[in-house]
């Protein structure tokens, strides 16, 4: 076996001695098997930063998030099924490869879910996209459906559920429950967030022990208002107005 080569100093990921190394905020742990935490790397990490930054303003937030967006979208497929396939190259070898098998769909939860249809869109092309809105019912306090359009053959499709904070889960469950109703099965539903509290995901993953879950990061908790902490903030005022 070949010797590894010496780590080069000041190159790569090694390039600082571990007592350097900078440290940051921790995804917290959850026990759920269904939910998929991207991986902590530098990149994402430093991304999350700025879209946290109370003082990034929309131009950044906007470019950032989308980023996170793409990295959420890309895992996000990889829970699809694939069936192998082979290809032959332009120089006449073959390449055992793979193809995705399935039709999928978006479902983004209106309107903060919107920011998050084009990322699906740049990594599938011609993707259908359905809308669900739901807001909290001013006499009972609870999420009530105003309205949806979904695919017409939805329930033969996979779906990515959209909505980028996973703070209760309210509105997810909802949007879950109408897309059971209308056929789909609970484990041909990817719910992908930006950001999730410990809450939402326990709320989510008792209700639905078979949907899958892809976030970037799991928060410590929810304050008193039911937003994330630490959170960023309105994600859909930092995307659309502010
Ligand atoms: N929705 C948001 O935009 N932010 C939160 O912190 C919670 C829900």
Known sequence: EKPKPAPVQGVGPDYRSESQKPT??????V????????????????LLSMIRDRNT????????????????VEEGLNHLPTVEHTVTTPVGSKYDGLSF?????????????????????????SVRIGKILIQRDEETAQPKLFYDKLPEDI???????????????????????VLISRGVP?????????????????????KFPKLRVVT???DQGL????????????????????
């Open 24 to 29: 940051a905020t921790v995804s917290t742990d």
């Open 31 to 46: 026990d759920f098997e269904t939910v998929t935490v991207l991986p902590q790397t530098p990149q994402l990490i430093a």
């Open 57 to 72: 303003e929309r131009g950044d937030f906007i470019f950032y998030s989308n980023r996170i967006i793409r990295l959420l």
């Open 101 to 125: 098998q399935g039709k999928i769909c978006g479902v983004s939860i209106m309107r903060a879910g919107e920011a998050m249809e084009q990322g699906l869109r740049d990594c599938c092309r």
């Open 155 to 177: 329930a033969q499709r996979w779906v990515l559920l959209l909505d980028p904070m996973f703070a209760t889960g309210g509105s997810a469950i909802m949007a879950v429950q």
């Open 186 to 206: 609970e484990d041909h539903i990817l719910f992908i967030n930006l950001i999730a509290s410990p809450e939402g995901i326990k709320n989510f993953a008792t």
């Open 216 to 218: 970037a990061f799991i």
């Open 223 to 242: 304050d008193e208002k039911n937003y994330i902490i630490p959170g960023l903030g309105d994600f859909g005022d930092r995307y659309y107005t502010m």
